[in-house]
């Protein structure tokens, strides 16, 4: 394939951008229609408690309140995994985390209904509580969700190889647990749904329902809806305005989306829900805790022998994404490097706290953590750069993995190579200052699920293009743009295939009434299968372009070019040579595309009109639309995608996770310094390479690598989610420590070009994949830099200073100690909480609280 | 709450509005101007995308009472594009990725403006201070440094996106 692009490749700035700068456009929360209401959700005060009796009279008498929902108003059951159905819009008879929807006040203005939310009276019977997964999968009693025993989602338990032998092989075996800590997504905008009811003029009653959402998946929605709401799919529409930011927040239905409908339905008018950050903080479906006990076996030559990995996930109340999140976990621990034998255990565990589900990197993420902080420990055991060791590993693509994933394009060597030379890894790792290092670390992730969460064989993305007689292209397609650049990409696609300008093209999005089916913007599809169906799409009006304009032009249609604008012959078209325009497939049957009656006559006149010009030499893009509009009547495209059949995976029970048509590589190198007084680690620079196949739009794809590395720099220093007794402890901005300027590194995002076979211009993914190595990179770094392997995320101060006091054989740190009695003796052991244990008001035996306040240390009075 | 009448001047027009005293300005912005520019990312001033100018000076109005604003000069982004199109900045923004979803965007607008009226060459250290006022979680920050940059040198060379 030829470099020689018109639209791709160049740096592209966003066809929205000016929406966005000027404040013009529209996100869910900036919509209002006449007759608007305002719904407040009343949220459970306790993590785990049987509802004994709801009474809404006292709120619903209130001056300006029209309706309050209950959970007996939508009883159906939903989820977004077909095998987890365990989410009801407002709670049943049971409240299963702080924060899980009880009742909803819709009322004409948002103090009107807080007001009256504290009317609605729930008595509550407090049942015991989990928060601990190892502690969750103990219990006999008071189960979170009946059908689950012993408050286990689900588990998984893949042998692949033989991971004994491959350990007996082994020169070096390592063997640790790691934990990372829970992170939430964070996106800027709050989740916002507004539903809209329009009265049906042959009944007279409610019909049709329309909602705008802040979501990734419109096509999920309206599946989801209709199943709650018992109502056709065609008969809801669903509409995505702007949304900001989603990283797989709004990858699933969130409780608004199906509350605000089931309101508009009973307040008999529109209803606008916007969460406050607090219950975005509290919706969360964030990435689990997840707690890895890993074993891998190396040979000296550096040659991984065998993985065994235990991983066990806190999935929080609900299903969610979780079976999923617990197959990826598995499923790509085993696929970016070549490893003979792996034994995975997976455990989805449910707790008393809010639904962990999908996060940039789904899945992956905390196992990769793991996986390369222990391959950084193996290679300085067997005295090998940890460089090295990972380019003794790599696979020999084309290939299957053990575990039956297909990998083509492979361009993890070249990202491991460019970092370790623009970090000028090879002359300064070990040679900087004491307390400054270098660590590296790969990742990988999907470009799109081979197999879609619900399983059909309908294509994953189908695009429709519409061409005007003026030469205006309008793409019509599902895909989400949630800020990743989708539409941008969609029409820089249709703009290279069809020769013209970026913008003539127009693209229409995800809204079911006029879009064709996608499944949404999550795993990092949209590019690959969205993309894929634009080119489908475009090629195919391009073949009735094309077939017009050969008659005009005197020769075949495959000698034809499309090109700034314009149809040119190409330069062998009259020597004969068969060299062609690829993306122009011969016409198969001119006849078989020949117009109506009406058309024949008007063709008959053009003709005689074109015979006495004599065939054209050139044509604008104009001419050529309006000449196959007149010769084949509406000029309009399809194309869908659909993975093929070889890319889906394996036979074992989970093998539906983890295949994908292609893999995206990333390989970092992090430069940090520790101050071994405070603990506080600094990253100073990260150098980033990924393989992505083709980068489409080039600003894009720096900015998504640089702001995948950055969410995981996020994850690795500063962002946890801390949790007493199933309360979440900084459900806000600032508590919540999202890194702002000041502590943002520069980070050099190296862009590897391996041009997938099977990707729309080669491209394949670049939102993702990043994330995962940066956490390891910093690790690996602090290690280099002061000697200490850190296994718990976020390396905060306070976990990097007790492991060099460790290091040293220096006596534990206790920070508070004396000065504050309820203050914790160990930092933010079990489910992340400070240092409570246990059920409801029962506390852990070391619970300052329970023993007598010491006295107070000097200094306080 | 008895609402009372206040005029309130925005982006250069004077607007007679009857407002509850304990109004935020975000909220009449958006709700009763529908100037919905400003965004809600939060309600506690911790992430900055509802910032705009009051007297040129930066501000979070979703903690600031309307009623506080009488007789002040407010400018929201959408008072920010120049002759009907697009300032350096934004046109800046759009170019070199400063905004992807762009939900924080119209409130660093807001705050890099105000930095490039108080010193129109700010050096590195001094854009990150400027923006560590607001939170992004799209661009790791890196592409705004390169879109102020451009837009900085845009402006010294005089050329005017709107021409």
């Known amino acids: ?861 | 709450m008895k609402k009372e009448l206040i005029e309130l001047r925005i982006n250069g027009r004077s607007h007679e509005l009857a407002i509850e005293p304990s109004a935020l300005l975000l909220d009449v912005l958006r709700q009763d101007l529908q100037l919905t520019g400003s965004k809600r990312g939060c309600d506690d001033s911790s992430c900055g995308a509802c910032t705009v100018l009051v007297d040129g000076v930066a501000m979070m109005s979703c903690t600031l009472l309307a009623g506080s604003c009488e007789g002040l000069e407010i400018t929201t982004v959408e008072g920010v594009s120049e002759h009907g199109g697009l300032a350096a900045l934004q046109k800046a923004y759009g170019d070199w990725g400063g905004a992807q979803c762009g939900y924080c965007t119209p409130g660093f607008i807001m705050t890099v403006k105000a930095l490039l009226a108080e010193n129109p060459e700010p050096s590195d250290g001094e854009v990150r201070a400027a923006l560590s006022s607001n939170l992004c979680r799209c661009t790791g920050y890196s592409q705004m440094y390169e879109a102020i940059r451009a837009a900085i040198a845009a402006e010294r060379q005089g050329v005017a996106v709107a021409e």
Request: one cysteine or more; aromatic letters at 6%.
């Open chain 1, 1 to 861: 394939m030829t470099n020689d692009f018109s639209i791709i490749g160049k740096p592209t700035a966003m066809i929205d951008a000016a929406e966005k700068t000027t404040g013009a456009g529209k996100y869910t929360d900036d919509l209002s229609v006449p007759g608007m209401l305002v719904g407040k959700i009343l949220h459970s005060p306790y993590p785990h408690a049987r509802i004994t009796r709801i009474d809404t009279s006292r709120a619903e008498k209130c001056e300006g309140v029209v309706a309050v929902v209950v959970g007996k108003d939508a009883p159906n059951p939903y989820g977004i995994l077909p095998v987890g159905h365990d989410e009801y819009a407002l709670a049943l008879d049971k409240v299963r985390y702080v924060g899980d929807n009880v009742a909803c006040v819709v009322a004409v203005s948002e103090s009107i209904a807080e007001l009256a939310l504290e009317l609605i009276d729930v008595e509550y019977e407090v049942l015991p509580a989990y928060f601990d997964p190892e502690e969750s999968m103990k219990a006999q009693t008071d189960l979170i969700h009946d059908s689950k025993p012993r408050n286990l989602e689900k588990d998984y338990h893949h042998v692949f190889g033989d991971p004994d032998a491959g350990f007996a092989e082994a020169d070096a075996v390592a063997e640790a647990r790691f934990i990372a800590n829970e992170v939430t997504h964070a996106a800027m905008e709050p989740h916002s749904t507004l539903a809209s009811f329009e009265i049906d003029p042959h009944t007279g009653k409610p019909g049709r329902l329309t909602v705008w959402s802040s979501t990734q998946v419109p096509y999920y929605l309206q599946h989801k809806l209709s199943l709650v709401l018992e109502m056709p799919m065609s008969q809801i529409r669903v509409i995505k305005p702007l949304v900001g930011g989603g990283f797989g927040g709004k990858s699933e239905v969130i409780p608004l989306e199906i509350i605000a409908a089931v309101a508009a339905r009973k307040a008999q008018a529109p209803v606008k829900i916007t969460y406050t950050r607090e219950e975005v903080f509290w919706a969360h479906r964030g990435r689990p805790r997840t707690i890895i006990d890993l074993k891998t076996g190396v040979k000296n030559d550096g040659r991984i022998t065998g993985v065994k990995a235990r991983v066990v996930q806190d999935g929080g109340a609900y299903c969610s994404y979780g079976v999923v999140t617990i197959l990826y976990s598995g499923a790509l621990l085993g696929a970016l490097y070549d490893i003979p034998n792996i034994q995975y255990d997976g455990y989805r565990v449910l707790t008393n706290k809010p639904a962990c589900g999908a996060m940039r990197g789904h899945g992956t993420v905390n196992v990769r953590f793991a996986f390369e902080s222990q391959l950084d420990e193996l290679a300085a055991k067997i005295g090998m750069d940890p460089a090295e060791i990972r380019q003794r590993n790599l696979l020999q693509p084309p290939c299957v993995t053990v575990n039956g994933l297909r990998v083509q394009s492979y361009g993890l060597p070249e990202c491991i190579e460019k970092t370790v030379e623009r970090s000028g890894w090879k002359q300064r790792r070990g040679k900087l200052p004491r307390g400054r290092g270098l660590g590296i670390a790969c990742s990988h992730y999907v470009s799109g699920a081979a197999n879609s969460i619900i399983r059909s064989d309908m294509p994953h993305s189908t695009v429709n293009i519409k061409i005007d007689r003026d030469g205006g292209v309008v793409v019509y397609t599902g895909a989400s743009e949630i800020g990743q650049g989708s539409d941008t990409m969609t029409a820089q696609i249709a703009a290279e295939v069809l020769g013209c300008s970026l913008g003539r093209v127009r693209v229409i999005a995800a809204d079911t009434d006029l879009t064709p089916i996608d499944i949404g913007s999550y795993s990092s599809r949209v590019t690959f299968m969205a993309g894929n169906a634009t080119l489908r799409a475009a090629a195919e009006v391009k073949k009735l372009i094309a077939a017009a304009a050969a008659k005009r032009m005197g020769c075949a249609a495959e000698y034809l070019i499309f090109r700034g604008d314009r149809v040119l012959r190409n330069a062998k078209a009259s020597s004969g040579d068969r060299l062609a325009d690829r993306s122009v497939r011969p016409i198969q049957d001119e006849a078989s595309v020949s117009g109506r009656v009406e058309g024949q006559i008007l063709r008959g006149s053009l003709q005689q009109k074109r015979k006495d010009e004599g065939p054209k030499e050139q044509m604008t893009f104009e001419e050529a639309v309006v000449a196959a509009i007149d010769f084949h009547g509406a000029l309009t495209g399809t194309g869908s995608y659909a993975p093929p059949q070889e890319a889906r995976g394996g036979k074992h029970k989970g093998a539906g996770v983890g295949p994908s048509p292609a893999y995206s590589y990333s390989a970092q190198v992090a430069e940090v310094s520790v101050d071994e007084e405070t603990g506080e680690v600094t990253v100073h620079k990260v150098w980033a390479a990924h393989d992505c196949g083709r980068a489409l739009n080039p600003v894009s794809v720096e900015g998504q690598i640089i702001g995948s590395v950055w969410m995981g720099m996020g994850q690795a220093l500063t962002e946890e989610m801390i949790w007493k007794d199933g309360m979440l402890m900084n459900p806000g901005l600032l508590e919540y420590r999202s890194p702002s300027s000041v502590e943002s590194p520069e980070i050099e995002p190296i862009i590897v070009e391996s041009v997938d076979p099977e990707g729309p211009f080669g491209a394949k993914e670049c939102s993702e994949g990043s994330l995962a190595a940066t956490i390891p990179a910093i690790a690996n770094a602090i290690y280099d830099a002061v000697g200490v392997r850190l296994h718990e995320s976020p390396f905060t101060p306070e976990r990097v200073l007790s492991a060099l006091r460790a290091k040293n054989n220096a006596k534990a740190l206790n920070l508070t100690e004396g000065i504050d009695p309820t203050s914790p003796t160990r930092f933010r052991e079990h489910g992340g909480a400070l240092c409570f244990k246990g059920k409801g008001p029962e506390r852990h035996a070391l619970d300052p609280s329970r023993r007598e306040a010491p006295s107070a240390a000097g200094g306080a009075d």
